[in-house]
């Protein structure tokens, strides 16, 4: 039988032995938010230059690297931003994407994080497109400690309504629909509790994320930072808690349930308990740029390569490269005291790469 062997696919170890199993990918450096840890407003103002439109990654581009990622183990997509919801005709990637299996012939794990801002008005066409769950931005239920966190005025009630409308077009049937919380002290802390009293019992799981130094705009202090640690006893003090396991090799969140069944919240410790040493994402940002670590200084050009005359099997070569020569564990560094040349570089900002 005459065919055609298949160029070096399989699964990539880095310098560290961690596989590449997540890809996230940015649609769009734009939000309409200006949360103070990700697009502080002082920064991204009016005059503040975005990427012009033929900059970004087309559709058929960002889904012909998915192949290429996927043929290298990733099991899961996430889309993000910027607000990946401002991406004009999101669902028509997402049905792209949905076409593809894994390799073991699963279905991709395709999900996306979003602000809630316009998930009222998408829920329902996202969900017909094939995404399998969402992620939901929300740093309090308190409506004026919301809208000092967006710092646009949105209402949190309107956010509300985009996570019911999820649940109603059915974006938590085949995985828990997910609400990620930044926690800053002495800005919405105050906001752990009624958060999970909110959310306890809906299905819904709450994930509470230390404040960090992603990129260079922030204004990042530690001593803004509220330990992970800190939130459990604060909720464990009114709702008792009992640990779970982790439910993936490599997930980013510790798992705790309710002790009398009602559901499970998580809690991300980058700054406190960092999880570099299973960390197995690859970022590629609105541009077709590969980060392979949150706090990157730079990454590796993909879209020169797909705009180019190479073909899969070049950009597969260039992708087993990247990912074999790749150490990076900033968040080790950083809780080791070996990360002040590191923290002096201007970072990529979240907004770019996306969480």
């Keep these: 039988m005459w065919f055609t062997p298949r160029y070096d696919w399989g699964m990539l170890l880095d310098q560290r032995q961690r596989p590449l199993r997540d890809l996230r990918i940015s649609v769009t450096d734009r939000c309409n938010f200006r949360c103070s840890y990700c697009m502080p407003k002082e920064v991204f103002n009016k005059d503040y230059a975005y990427l012009p439109h033929d900059h970004l990654l087309s559709f058929e581009e960002i889904t012909r690297l998915a192949r290429v990622f996927i043929e290298h183990g990733v099991q899961k997509i996430r889309l993000t931003g910027g607000e990946p919801l401002l991406r004009k005709n999101i669902e028509v990637l997402i049905e792209m994407l949905a076409k593809l299996s894994t390799l073991d012939g699963k279905p991709l794990d395709i999900t996306l994080t979003t602000n809630g801002s316009l998930l009222k008005k998408k829920a329902q066409s996202l969900a017909n497109s094939g995404l399998r769950r969402v992620t939901v931005s929300l740093d309090g239920l308190d409506d004026a400690i919301f809208k000092r966190m967006n710092d646009v005025d949105f209402p949190v009630s309107d956010v509300l309504e985009g996570i019911a409308a999820a649940q109603a077009a059915g974006l938590g049937q085949q995985a828990p629909i997910k609400i990620n919380m930044v926690v800053k002290r002495g800005v919405n802390d105050d906001q752990i509790v009624p958060m999970a009293q909110h959310f306890k019992g809906t299905g819904i799981v709450l994930r509470f994320i230390e404040y960090m130094d992603v990129g260079s ?11 992970s640690q800190d939130v459990i006893a604060r909720i464990h003090a009114q709702m008792p808690l009992v640990a779970l396991a982790p439910s993936a090799h490599g997930e980013t969140a510790q798992r705790w349930a309710y002790a009398d069944g009602s559901g499970e919240i998580g809690v991300i410790s980058s700054v406190t308990q960092a999880f570099c040493a299973d960390c197995n994402r690859a970022r590629l940002s609105t541009e077709g740029r590969l980060f392979l670590c949150l706090f ?28 074999h020569a790749r150490d990076d564990h ?8 070996q990360a002040p040349k590191i923290i002096q570089l201007k970072r990529v900002e979240m907004s770019y790469i996306g969480g």
């Design 330 to 337: 900033y968040s080790e560094q950083r809780a080791n005291g």
């Design 217 to 227: 705009t922030n204004g990042w202090r530690m001593d803004e930072v509220v330990p």
């Design 296 to 323: 990157a200084t730079q990454g590796q050009d993909l879209r020169a390569l797909l705009r180019g005359t190479q073909s899969d099997a070049d950009i597969s070569a260039a992708l087993q490269k990247i990912w």
